[in-house]
Nanobody, 113 residues
Framework: QGQLVESGGGLVQPGGSLRLSCAAS????????MEWYRQAPGKERELVAAISSAGGSTSYTDSVKGRFIISRDNAKNTLYLQMNSLKPDDTAVYYC??????WGQGTQVTVSS
């Protein structure tokens, strides 16, 4: 079925940056559109960003536009999420998703002073 493993989460101060990675294995990564979701305590999981299989098309939820960048390296079977100008409201568990294929286990991002 495939496996996705996120990394790069942690504690960061407001205004700081983090880069999340999602390593894929066990399926043809380059054929799948990929997404980043997040889920904050007590809230529903929300779609943050998406990227097409070849990386030529991206989309973002309004709250992260201009601050987050989704990208992928199909040669390395890896998805990324560069997060800049982080805010406390960005605090959540972040998950990567291969559309209709697999979910990662999540990585915690905490934005706090």
């Amino acid at each position: 079925q495939g496996q996705l493993v996120e990394s790069g989460g942690g504690l960061v101060q407001p205004g700081g940056s983090l880069r999340l990675s999602c390593a894929a294995s066990g399926f043809p990564f380059s054929l799948y559109a990929m997404e980043w979701y997040r889920q904050a305590p007590g809230k529903e999981r929300e779609l943050v960003a998406a990227i097409s299989s070849a990386g030529g098309s991206t989309s973002y939820t309004d709250s992260v536009k201009g601050r987050f960048i989704i990208s992928r390296d199909n040669a390395k079977n890896t998805l990324y999420l560069q997060m800049n100008s982080l805010k406390p409201d960005d605090t959540a568990v972040y998950y990567c998703n291969a559309v209709n294929r697999a979910w990662g286990q999540g990585t915690q991002v905490t934005v706090s002073s």
